[in-house]
Nanobody, 128 residues
Framework: VQLQASGGGLVQAGGSLRLSCAASGRSFSNAAMGWFRQTPEIQREFVAAVNENGDFTHHAASVRGRFTISRDNAKSTVYLQMNSLKSEDTAVYYC??????????????????????WGQGTLVTVSS
């Protein structure tokens, strides 16, 4: 599956953005999807993941209650709704796909090594 992330930009602290990740290929509905972020100081940090059916999610403690991952299998797209943004959320955000056959119904891995395909990244800058 090939992934194309979009939706990044410059936003003031306290604002919101919604990232999208469009997938091509027939395996999207069989893939767990995740969002990660990276800064010069922090390598691929887990943000959120969703299982292939979209009804089970994980969110990192640092974003829980502010960010929400979701997916629309009919549109082959995964989203990351980001609210109450903080300056420390500034990063390049990547979407990624993991083969759902590796896990059970709730498979939504948090480790970057579990993911096979990565999008190109979209930059989110939060000004304080």
């Amino acid at each position: 599956v090939q992934l194309q992330a979009s939706g990044g930009g410059l936003v003031q602290a306290g604002g919101s953005l919604r990232l999208s990740c469009a997938a091509s290929g027939r395996s999207f509905s069989n893939a767990a999807m995740g969002w990660f972020r990276q800064t010069p100081e922090i390598q691929r940090e887990f943000v959120a993941a969703v299982n292939e059916n979209g009804d089970f999610t994980h969110h990192a403690a640092s974003v829980r209650g502010r960010f929400t991952i979701s997916r629309d299998n009919a549109k082959s797209t995964v989203y990351l709704q980001m609210n109450s943004l903080k300056s420390e959320d500034t990063a390049v955000y990547y979407c990624a796909a993991a083969n759902g056959d590796r896990g059970g119904y709730y498979y939504s891995p948090q480790g970057a090594d579990a993911y096979d395909n990565w999008g190109q990244g979209t930059l989110v800058t939060v000004s304080s």
